[in-house]
């Protein structure tokens, strides 16, 4: 017999950029296992009209308004909305016919928010998996973590793994290490994309004009996260791999080292880190 999970309509609470970009991905999947996953049917809830009609024409989902109207036919209701929404929305997911039986699979991408706080609000017996996927899902490359709660099963993590693995790379953790994933991997496209900016400003101040330095610089960027992805060589060897003895790079990096770059990401990391605890407690 089917989990009940493995039946029956998804239902997104919130449906944003990121949202959007795990439905789109799921739609288009060549993957027979999404594909049938996919053709289960999709609810929508948004409480702009305009962003309802919009998705509904873009993707044949059904919309409601409101998450008190969540369906009773959804098995699986994934919650995309900002952590500090999540106050207002769970009472109302409560009311929703989607609870009024056997509880449906939640799986949350509300960053800080941990699944104790769902359970406290559907029953110690709720099924939650928390996920933590990060910007690159909107072009199916993201980096995910996956973390169950204290009811859910392996099974339904495995699920949630498969789900997120055709949107780029998954890796189930223990919910204790989400806020971790949160600070390293959620952040870390803003990290990146800051780094390339300043790299571009840099190359502006040495002579290049701004078009030509943000282009080096996004390219650089670009480049650079497919050879991480592709070449079978460990981060150190690759940055090795650049620096020839008493070259250029040798002296940027020492020169960065001296200005407290490595201190600074780890001093960032760590403050998303501890900010992400806070809002697990909003």
């Not at 089917?2 to 029956?8: H, K, N």
């Not at 994933?181 to 300043?198: H, I």
């Not at 960027?221 to 791999?241: E, I, W, Y």
Request: glycine share 8%; with cysteine.
């Amino acid at each position: 017999m089917e989990p009940a999970f493995a039946c029956g309509r998804i239902c997104f609470i919130g449906c944003g950029k990121m949202g959007e970009a795990m439905l789109a991905g799921w739609m288009a999947s060549e993957d027979d296992r999404i594909r049938a996953f996919a053709s289960r049917g999709f609810d929508v809830v948004v409480p702009r009209a305009e962003r309802a009609a919009e998705l509904a024409e873009r993707y044949g989902v059904r919309t409601f308004a409101d998450a008190s109207e969540a369906p009773s036919d959804a098995s699986i209701v994934i919650v995309a909305v900002k952590p500090q929404m999540i106050g207002a929305v769970l009472p109302l997911m409560k009311r929703s016919a989607a609870f009024a039986a056997t509880p449906p699979l939640l799986i949350s991408i509300a960053a800080g928010v941990p699944s104790s706080r769902f359970e406290s609000t559907f029953g110690k017996e709720a099924h939650v998996i928390r996920v933590m996927p990060n910007m690159p899902l909107q072009v199916r490359a993201g980096a995910t973590v996956v973390a169950k709660g204290a009811s859910a099963t392996d099974a339904e993590a495995a699920f949630v793994n498969d789900l997120f693995a055709v949107l780029g790379a998954s890796f189930i953790v223990d919910e204790a290490q989400i806020d971790a994933a949160c600070a390293l991997s959620g952040g870390g496209p803003a990290y990146l994309a800051y780094l390339a900016e300043c790299m571009a400003e840099a190359g502006v101040r040495a002579g290049l004009e701004p078009p030509l330095a943000e282009a080096l610089a996004r390219q650089t960027l670009a480049g650079t996260g497919a050879c991480v992805a592709q070449m079978p060589v460990s981060l150190a060897d690759l940055r090795a791999s650049v620096c020839s003895p008493g070259g250029t790079t040798l002296a940027a990096l020492a020169a960065m080292q001296e200005g407290g770059f490595q201190e600074a990401v780890f001093e960032g990391i760590a403050s998303a880190v501890q900010r992400a605890k806070e809002l697990s407690t909003c």
